[in-house]
């Protein structure tokens, strides 16, 4: 077990999205590890990764949780942050639709249709990834999270690709009609991120944050249904617990950095170059490596890191 990290406090201000992908925050909160290992954790809500980013490099706090995409546009702009902890994959992404408008068994059932997602973000480069690599020809719509659901079932678009969690409201609102189809070959990744100013100056925060972080990891391979319980419970009912256990299931849970997390950056880092969302230079995993801080967790925990990294 890892224990505390050190007897000074610290208070540490984490931007926050909730998000029931990320258990170990939960479960470091509740057991007090982070004021066990010196940190006072002070949380802020903020209602997407990409603000929580934005939060983050405009110095109003010390840490963020975010997926992936919002780090690669920080990257590709420059800016000052690092990566110290993959925190969780989900492999859930699906392009969702109903049974009116045709089978879904396969990437050419998609053929021509109107698929809705909000473009730009990471939901966008998976349905573009997935209809390049089957050949299809679609239109790819922008519609904002709230409206998908409501655009699908009007008729306005023939499928959508929604954000983790909206299956579940999917499926109850189409009922019978509800179809999916599921590729893996896309993870989101969900990150720990700090602060240029905490890499200079702060390495114990860091190491805090991240010693807090493994025991509440440990906890969570230990005990998995005493943590889906604590996390029903913070999110307030808010989301059901089939539900929980089906975004679960899709999920690999582990503090980690490994070259997979640099290798999809840059191909997301491509894309958006290529649709004109960022000027910038194609980058590549080794260009992106100054944006992934990895001594810390290597120190705490050697085999949750990549040599390579």
């Not at 490099?57 to 902890?85: K, Y």
């Not at 922008?142 to 998908?148: E, G, I, T």
């Not at 929604?162 to 989101?188: H, I, M, N």
Request: charged fraction near 20%.
């Amino acid at each position: 077990m890892i224990m505390a990290a050190s007897a000074a406090t610290e208070t540490v201000t984490l931007a926050w999205s909730p998000t029931p992908l990320m258990p170990q925050v939960e479960i470091a909160l509740a057991k007090s590890y982070f004021n066990d290992a010196g940190i006072n954790l002070r949380r802020i809500n903020f209602p997407s990764g990409r603000e929580t980013f934005e939060a983050l490099l405009g110095g109003q706090v010390e840490a963020a949780t975010l997926t992936e995409f919002p780090a690669i546009t920080g990257a590709l702009r420059q800016q000052p942050f690092g990566i110290v902890a993959d925190v969780a994959r989900y492999r859930g992404t699906r392009v969702i639709s109903s049974a009116k408008y045709g089978p879904l068994s396969s990437v050419s059932d998609l053929a021509g249709l109107k698929i809705g997602t909000p473009l730009g973000t990471n939901t966008d480069y998976y349905l573009s990834q997935l209809l390049s690599q089957g050949e299809v020809s679609a239109e790819r719509v922008n519609v904002a999270p709230v409206d998908l659901i409501p655009s699908l079932l009007r008729g306005d678009i023939q499928a959508i690709v929604p954000f983790a969690g909206v299956e579940s409201v999917a499926r109850k609102a189409l009922g019978a009609d509800y179809r999916e189809l599921q590729s893996e070959s896309y993870q989101s990744h969900f990150l720990l991120a700090v602060s240029q100013a905490v890499i200079n100056n702060k390495p114990a925060v860091v190491k805090g944050l991240l010693t807090a972080l493994l025991r509440a990891d440990a906890d969570l391979k230990r005990d998995p249904a005493g943590a889906m319980a604590l996390v029903a419970t913070s999110m307030h009912a808010t989301l059901q617990q089939a539900a929980l256990e089906a975004m679960w299931r899709d999920t690999d849970f582990g503090i980690q950095l490994k070259s997979d997390l640099p290798t999809l950056l840059a191909s997301e880092g491509k894309w958006i170059v290529q649709q004109r969302i960022i000027k910038a230079t194609d980058p590549s995993p080794q260009t992106l490596r100054p944006w992934l801080i990895s001594t810390p967790l290597r120190a705490l925990a050697p085999d949750a890191v990549d040599p390579s990294l």
